[in-house]
Every structure is written in structure tokens, then in C-alpha cells.
T-cell receptor
Framework: NAGVTQTPKFQVLKTGQSMTLQCAQD?????MSWYRQDPGMGLRLIHY???????DQGEVPNGYNVSRSTTEDFPLRLLSAAPSQTSVYFC?????????????FGPGTRLTVT | GENVEQHPSTLSVQEGDSAVIKCTYS??????FPWYKQELGKRPQLIID?????GEKKDQRIAVTLNKTAKHFSLHITETQPEDSAVYFC????????????FGGGTRLMVKP
């Protein structure tokens, strides 16, 4: 299994541009989440999904949209990038059915907005 | 919402000594408390976790204790080694599957040879 994969690894955007961060998992996990990590800080939850077609907001959802059309994919969209969205973005998945709570994190996408 | 405080923000120990990192949480409904190790430029890696129905859990040199009444939990690393140097994060979750984590601010642990 590849686990949780994220693309791209690095991205530079200009203010006002839009883009989609991709996240995919091949473990058939029901739960997927997006976090952002600012320098010297812990991760903060942006959006999460408990299954295909179901998404909800986390702690810092403003400026981001998500959708979950399949179990495998959970893309994060920035509609109009702002410098405050400069951060490292991590996608995570977990398997509710197994009874284990472990979150499997992707390698991250480092985004810079100028 | 949940708030997780973590102390200290930096911790320097001599190789072989013990290290203790403490976290407090605000939401009494939290039921899952993982600890992550993050090396520079890498993803967080789960090192140990505990659920609210357990007071203590140990895995070789690492242990976690939970005090639900006081709403705090701690990470204990014994016989520290230079490769233990990293940033450690505590987190808490109220969900039924451990997602929707609220993280502490992190502790930079430095183990001096």
C-alpha cells in the first residue's frame, strides 16, 4: 500500500490564485482530514470527512473548500489564495471500522503565497 | 471547542536522562489522546496513544499517563537517546474514531550526547 499520498510537495502561488491540493489513500479508510501547520505550531484541523459525500468544518475552515466524491480522494481547494494561507498542509486518514484510532498522515504539501 | 496546552515548549536533557512533557485539555468529552513525534520536514508519526478508559500505557521506553479528573496527560521518555531529539505534539479528540484532533503547541526535545 502507498498509504496516504499528497500532491504537489511544494507550491508557490500569487495572492488571488486558486489551486487544489490533492490527497489520496489506498487503505479504504472512511475518515479523512486536512490540517495545516504554521511554523513552530501544532496542526490545526481545516475540514474533515466521515465518508464519501459527507464533509464538515474543522477549527480553521475559512478560505478552503473540500469535497469527497470517492472513499479514496479528498481534495482541498483554495479559491483565492492569501499570504495567511502560507503553511504546510497535511492530509490524514483513519479506519473507523477497525476500532483503531490511529491517524495516518501524508507527507505534506508546503504552500507559499506571495 | 477543545483547547490543548502543552509544556514545556523546549526541553534539553542529557542522554540517558528521562524527559517528561505535559498537556492539559479543556473538553471533558475528549476520549482519545495521541502523542506524535515530528522530525524536521517530516510528517507527524504516532508514538503512543491512550483512550479515556485507561490511566496509563507503556511501550518500551515511552509511557503516557492520563488524569481525567484533572484533565491532563503526560508523556514520559526514559533512557533518552540522541535519536529521540525531535518536536513532540500531544493531541486530544472527542470523536468516536480519533479523528478531529486538537493539537498542543509542541515541545522541542533536545537530547545531548
Amino acid at each position: 500500500n502507498a498509504g496516504v499520498t499528497q500532491t504537489p510537495k511544494f507550491q508557490v502561488l500569487k495572492t488571488g490564485q486558486s489551486m487544489t491540493l490533492q490527497c489520496a489513500q489506498d487503505m479504504n479508510h472512511e475518515y479523512m482530514s486536512w490540517y495545516r501547520q504554521d511554523p513552530g505550531m501544532g496542526l490545526r484541523l481545516i475540514h474533515y470527512s466521515v465518508g464519501a459525500g459527507i464533509t464538515d468544518q474543522g477549527e480553521v475552515p475559512n478560505g478552503y473548500n473540500v469535497s469527497r466524491s470517492t472513499t479514496e480522494d479528498f481534495p482541498l481547494r483554495l479559491l483565492s489564495a492569501a499570504p495567511s494561507q502560507t503553511s504546510v498542509y497535511f492530509c490524514a486518514s483513519s479506519d473507523r471500522a477497525s476500532g483503531r484510532y490511529e491517524q495516518y498522515f501524508g507527507p505534506g504539501t508546503r504552500l507559499t503565497v506571495t | 471547542g477543545e483547547n490543548v496546552e502543552q509544556h514545556p515548549s523546549t526541553l534539553s536533557v542529557q542522554e540517558g536522562d528521562s524527559a517528561v512533557i505535559k498537556c492539559t485539555y479543556s473538553d471533558s468529552a475528549s476520549n482519545y489522546f495521541p502523542w506524535y513525534k515530528q522530525e524536521l520536514g517530516k510528517r507527524p508519526q504516532l508514538i503512543i496513544d491512550i483512550r479515556s478508559n485507561v490511566g496509563e500505557k507503556k511501550d518500551q521506553r515511552i509511557a503516557v499517563t492520563l488524569n481525567k479528573t484533572a484533565k491532563h496527560f503526560s508523556l514520559h521518555i526514559t533512557e533518552t537517546q540522541p535519536e529521540d531529539s525531535a518536536v513532540y505534539f500531544c493531541a486530544a479528540s472527542t470523536s468516536d474514531a480519533g479523528n478531529m484532533l486538537t493539537f498542543g503547541g509542541g515541545t522541542r526535545l533536545m537530547v545531548k550526547p
